[in-house]
């Protein structure tokens, strides 16, 4: 078997539980070897990004350090080119729609996310961004 390199991905959520959770269920997908750095800010998000080469960004939209749509459009206009997909709450449909018409890539409603879903979100995401 060919050996294959994990996938890189930065998680930004500022809820511990919550990113514990989410990086658990991608550990139960075994065909998708990954990776995942956490940031809790979006500063550390920034920090962390410039520092490392990271192939997805999943990113809550609800920082300590910024909110909504500025959130995105910020981890944005420093990953130009990384496919970025947002996590949000039932709550959050508005939010959402903006950021994928400023070209988000994907999303996840945090509820409904399960290990398959994330990974295939993430994988769909590189691949179309790839194109």
């Known amino acids: 078997m ?34 995942v750095d956490h940031a809790q800010t979006l500063g550390e998000a920034l920090t962390k ?32 080119n990384t496919p970025i997909i947002i996590v949000t709450g039932m709550d959050d449909r508005d939010i959402l729609t903006q950021a994928l018409q400023n070209g988000a890539d994907n999303y996840l409603i945090k509820d409904k996310a399960d290990g398959s879903r994330i990974a295939i979100a993430i994988l769909s995401s590189i691949r179309n961004r790839s194109r």
Not at 14 to 34: K, Y
Not at 50 to 67: F, K, M, R, V
């Open 49 to 80: 990004f410039g520092l490392e080469t990271h192939e997805c960004i999943i990113l809550d939209l609800n920082l300590p350090d910024s909110n909504g749509l500025s959130t995105y459009l910020n981890m944005r206009a420093q990953a130009s």
């Open 2 to 35: 060919a050996n294959i390199t994990p996938t890189s991905v930065l998680l930004v959520e500022d809820s511990p539980s919550d990113a514990m959770l989410m990086t658990q269920m991608l550990l139960e997908v075994e065909e998708f070897p990954h990776t």
